[in-house]
């Protein structure tokens, strides 16, 4: 369960992405259902873990059962800066990271982002490539492919104008996540989880979930909906078109990859529902994953860091009356 750009680069590079099933503790990568792809395809050299919504994910079971195997990690932190796990940072666990500072983000550019590795040699390559590959000769030299995939010297001025306000815009995330949780907290909903013994999220987007049994009926095509409003229950859906209507963004989870048409004919391995092993839930029709379950019965609540505490109130409003 992630945003596709946390997979395409597998794909750019001619890979064939494993899907792994999402846990419920922290929605991040299932440790437990990443061991049993390893079963399945024991050759796999590479692991690509996101921190999702800025919740940090089990990285130490996860760097255990990559060392068995063998396997690198790419850490996508593109949602997580400052996040920290057992105070580590997180974009400091994987092998390489990356960070993002597209427009939505904690610490933002407008678009751009950070590769983080930790040896000299391997910062002069990815620099090297991100520039078209020129070589230290007079004139331009090209021995290898590059890419233009350098910041510019006008977005990286706001990046860094921006660093020392990080923690403040944690707090405010906090905040804004903690609000939710107080004003909701008789509905039949939980935030989003995370791991409060050994991880900090920097609370980039406040989500909800709702209980299984206050879940009212809703379907979902491609790119269609429909919902049913029922007595004391609701639906992502109802309430994203409840507070659509008063101007303001919520978003549905964001879609796991293995439900998306692009990628699911690819494998996926999932330890829930149907037992260990694999199984694809598009094809089976089953909804009994986790990412899938978190997806149909989630949302993500409005968190930007400029809305008031009065206009917070308004939307906790809105989604109170959707459960009447
Ligand atoms: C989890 C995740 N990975 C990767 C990205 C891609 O970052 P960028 O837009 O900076 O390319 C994003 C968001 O944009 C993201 O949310």
């Known amino acids: 369960m992630t945003f596709d750009a946390t997979v395409n680069p597998i794909t750019y590079e001619g890979g064939e992405p494993v899907f792994i099933d999402t846990e419920a503790d922290t929605w991040n990568m299932s440790p437990e259902a990443l061991r049993v792809a390893f079963e399945l395809y ?3 050299k590479l692991i690509v873990v996101v921190h999702l919504y800025g919740t940090p994910g089990k990285i130490d079971e996860i760097r255990k059962i990559a060392d ?9 932190a593109a949602e997580s800066l400052g996040a920290t796990y057992k105070d580590k940072q997180t974009g400091t666990f994987g092998d390489y990271a990356v960070v993002s500072f597209n427009g939505n983000k904690i610490i933002t550019g407008s678009s751009g982002g ?4 930790s040896e000299r040699a391997d910062a002069d390559k990815i620099r ?11 004139w331009y030299q090209h021995e290898e492919l590059g890419y233009n995939y350098r910041m510019s010297n006008i977005i990286a001025g706001v990046v860094r104008g921006q660093i020392p306000h990080l923690e403040e815009h944690i707090e405010a995330k906090k905040r804004i996540y903690e609000r939710y949780k107080s004003g909701l907290s008789d509905l039949p909903i939980t935030m989003n989880p995370f791991d409060s013994s050994n991880s900090v999220p920097n609370y980039w987007l406040s989500c909800a979930l709702i209980d299984e049994d206050a879940m009212a009926s809703m379907v979902r095509g491609e790119q269609d909906y429909l919902w049913n409003h029922e007595t004391s229950k609701s639906s992502p859906q109802e309430i994203l078109d409840a507070l659509a209507t008063f101007n303001t963004e919520g978003r549905p989870i964001w879609k796991p990859m293995h439900l998306q048409p692009i990628y699911r004919s690819h494998a996926f391995v999932t330890v829930n529902g149907n037992g260990r092993g694999q199984s694809n839930a598009y094809i089976s029709g089953t909804m009994t994953d986790i990412g899938a379950d978190i997806f149909r019965r989630g949302l993500c609540l409005p968190s930007d860091n400029r809305m008031t505490a009065e206009q917070q109130d308004v939307i906790i409003d809105i989604i109170r009356r959707c459960f009447k």
């Open 114 to 117: 950070m590769f983080l590795c």
């Open 42 to 44: 024991p050759d796999v």
């Open 68 to 76: 068995e195997h063998g396997a690198l990690i790419v850490e996508d």
């Open 128 to 138: 090297k490539w991100s520039t078209q590959s020129r070589e230290a000769a007079p």
